[in-house]
């Protein structure tokens, strides 16, 4: 019955008709709360027995450090490898809130809240880079997580009311070309708003070749995700969509261009029917 609520409350946003969007209408609402079983504000963020000191900016170029407990109003910038940010709160009106250094191997972001601030962040990342990013809870951004390399898990993380200034193009997860061997799995990636994705896939700067994305719950945009070979990156092989819960985006559930993905197992969030790609 819980979930029956929230998803005949979240169809009901994202019927909303189109248009320019107001940020000052849009802060005012909030995206439904998923229920236990998806990842959502209990089970995400900072966990409950960690005491937070103040921080500013905090620049990462020690290979191996771990970071952790700290409330930082600015941005994390990671340049070594094997880094670990955990249990922390940044909030940053910042283009990258959380940046990984290009080439930079072996991060991991876990139980952190990533707070974009919501205005003055056009283009914002909540998290940019490759890595490991677990049960972390991100909102307030253009865009959740954008992946920019090979080699990485994103797994059990709410990305959520997605929110910022300018002319956005919301995406929750972004993987835009140069990405190899990426899974993506059981995340709550909601997009209220009526363009662009929950989870992008594409070749603009590069081949795409191994991405999985499974058990994940995806809800809105323009369509739901995206597979799209239509640029000049390269092949876009490997792509895996399987097993996820997808709430319709305003156009349709995806939008397949120039490529096969393996279409396996997806439902429509609310009845639990069977949905193909189109």
Known sequence: MRRSIFIQSLLLLLVVSAGEDDIVARAAERDP???????????????????????????????GVTISGLDIEGRVYIKAPNVTLIDSKVTSASFYIVRIEPGVTGTVIKNCEINGGGSGNDGSYGIVGQGTFIANNIYNVENGIGVSGSDTLIQDNYIHDLLASGSPHYDGISIDGGNANIVVRHNTVINRHTQTSAVMIDNYFGPIS??????NLLMGGGYTVYSSAQ???GSVEGVSFTKNRMGRGRWGYSSIVKNLPVWRENVDSATGRTIGPR
């Open 231 to 233: 640029f000049n990156g």
């Open 210 to 215: 191994n991405i999985e994305v499974d058990g």
């Open 33 to 63: 709360i998923p229920t236990a079983e998806w990842p959502n504000p209990t089970n995400t963020g900072v966990r409950p027995h960690v005491k937070l000191t103040r921080s500013g900016d905090v620049v990462a170029d020690q290979a």
